[in-house]
């Protein structure tokens, strides 16, 4: 079946006429005319589509007079259970942990911002399946909600980790606004000691006329990070001297020897949103999102030669540390949506998201010891990824029975989308100049498409009690699979799934301030196209696709008791998800005390995970002004039934009762801040994390070492004033004490933040 953005413009224009023709009938009367659109009056995304999952939130003023937000995903790193891998400013692989799945698990939640897909559900990994951050500047956030759980029938199983919905800012009336910001990182580890600078400048101009409004805003940010990697060797290379002996995450010798990935990134995006009300009740949004990186990573050698010159020694790690990336990618979304304040409400939103450009060059070669200056050979290899990218298409209806006050409603809806991988690696004489071409070195590309049918009825069957059950029917196809090693091809089949979902959840109103709720449902997540199809080769790392992969089956469950204080809240979550063939990613040595490493995905029979959130906000705590918000999170999450072996090396069950990867024991987060008058916000903000495994068997036994992950607890701080109605300014520190830790990268040393901003 065919799917394009045309066919999707159509179909949205669809439920647009659908909307426009019945919405008069569908009310009691005539709709009622609706007071002026603000954005600070919008509701949550749970309580817009009556949701059943818990939802924590952060608005727009919170984060800018709260946290140090340089880049979009800062805005939520104290929400409970949250984490974002976020390794340097304009990270592009910022992926966000939920509280029961770990990094290397992209696809395992959901990010939308005005109901656009930011989540690259192409893959499902650290890398190409890293969230589309780029696409929605800091100075946009309106408020952002984060769901926790597919309790939902509107989402798709990828909802089984968490569901964050970003709202932007559209305008009542003319506004602008300017802010720079400086940040100023100093690291010391290894052989690296240096200063590392970012500067961004984000612009915003929006205004409304009659029934039309706009938005425009830009970003731009020019960012020099920390060592992203660090060369290692079991041994250290002949004729050198330098370097440093260390051990990898399973003790074997790897000593570093120099330092790669020293990006200097130059980012860019920008957004225009257009609103168009035709009547009171009926809206229709058009935006158009560019994003572009430009970006050089280098290398750093701690090694000399007898000579005393500085030397690679022929080591492949300097390559595949060195490289030139560019890529251009655009966004294109449509929709339209009613409120009626009646019987019946639609939307309809279509969006298109492209890799137009996207190319990484880079060497194959180091030069060798008794080279006079280090340096790299011609031959090289590009990566190139134009043309992957995603169509998706919702319609979504509601209908009340009893008007919008009542006490029964009913949701339903349809979903499609397509998502295209397209990732050949070629082999070039000139990788600086990226070009020409001598031959194909890996190649994977292939399609997935999945289509859903869901509904769900909440009803309020007591003045206590609120019953809501859902229901979605999910179509998965999986083709066009083709991979390419060399010489060697493969076409691989096309497969294919179908599965129901069935939701359900009680909330209960104990008390006027107690109210307990007890959720159930059963998800499916697909492979992506990644998992099923990538192949790559990048330096000291091997990926390898598994086009065989059953979906995670996955049977979530929660019970939480919330009450409500008199300045404040506290919540008790217990949960719980038992998963069969749950997709898990692993890093293993290539051969037995390699340095290389081999990536691959595999389905685990049974896993599960269980554990306790707990969440305390208050406001003036001791004193008018102070007010504090703090969660810890408990997780045992451990390995049922493997009928394989954990990795090639690895004893027959060795993996059963052990933790599973990427997924810490401990979590907590809080924040205190204090406002003293209508000027001034003083914030300390902390995050913790408990070291975690990244085999099943969980032989990487030292954590705190390159590509190990240490347990680590970072403190921050800003002070955030109001100069006067249209200035303030802020200067923070983010890791204060300045923690050294690794999660397979090295993270940011203590870094110093500043911000000057102006509203028109």
Known sequence: MSFSFRSLFSLCCCGLAVSASGAADLADGPPEVLSPFTVSAQPSAADKYQLPQVTESVTATKVQETVNAVDTEDAVK?????????????????????????VSS??????????????ALVANNNTLGGPRWGLVAPAEIERIDLMYGPFAAAYPGNSMGAVMEITTRMPEKRTASLTQTEAWQHFSLYGTKDDYLTHQTAVTYGDRAGKFSFWVSGNYQDSHSQPLSFVTSAAFPAGTTGGYAATNKLNAPANVVGAGGLLHTRMTNGKFKAAYDFAPWLRMTYTFGLWRNDADSSAQTYLTNSAGQPTFAGLAGFASGTYQLYARHTAHSIAA??????????????????????RQTGPTTASATAAASPGFGPAG????????????????GTWRPAGKTGDHTVSFGAHDDQYRLFNPTYNTADWRAGGPYTGVATEGDGKTRTQALWLQDLWQVAPAVKVTLGLRYEDWLAYDGYNQNGVTVINQPRVSASNWSPKGSVAWTLAPKWIATASVGRAYRYATASELYQLVSTGTTFTSPNPNLKPDDVLATELRLERTLEQGRVRLSLFQDDIHDAIIAQFNPLVAGSTQLYSYNSNVDHVRARGVELLVERRNVWFRGLEFSGSVTYLDARTLALSGQASATAAPGSAIGKRLPN???????????????????????GRYSSLLYTTLDNSDVNPNTYQGFSSWFVLDTRVHYRLASRWSAALGIDNLLNREYFLFHPFPQRTAVAEVKYDF
């Open 78 to 102: 104290y929400l409970p259970s949250i984490f974002l891998r976020k390794r340097n400013y304009g990270d592009t692989q910022a992926v966000m942990a939920s509280r029961v799945w770990g």
């Open 663 to 685: 997924i810490p024991e401990w979590r907590a987060a809080f924040q205190v801040s204090y406002r003293p008058d209508d000027r001034w916000t003083i914030s300390v903000g």
């Open 106 to 119: 992209s696809a395992r939640s959901l990010i939308y911002a005005d109901g656009v897909l930011l989540t």
């Open 381 to 396: 290899r590009v990566a190139v990824l134009d043309g992957t990218g995603w169509l998706t298409l919702d319609l979504k």
């Open 337 to 358: 949506s009613t409120d009626t304040k009646g019987h019946w409400d639609f939307e309809a939103i279509a969006t298109r998201y492209r890799f137009d450009e996207d």
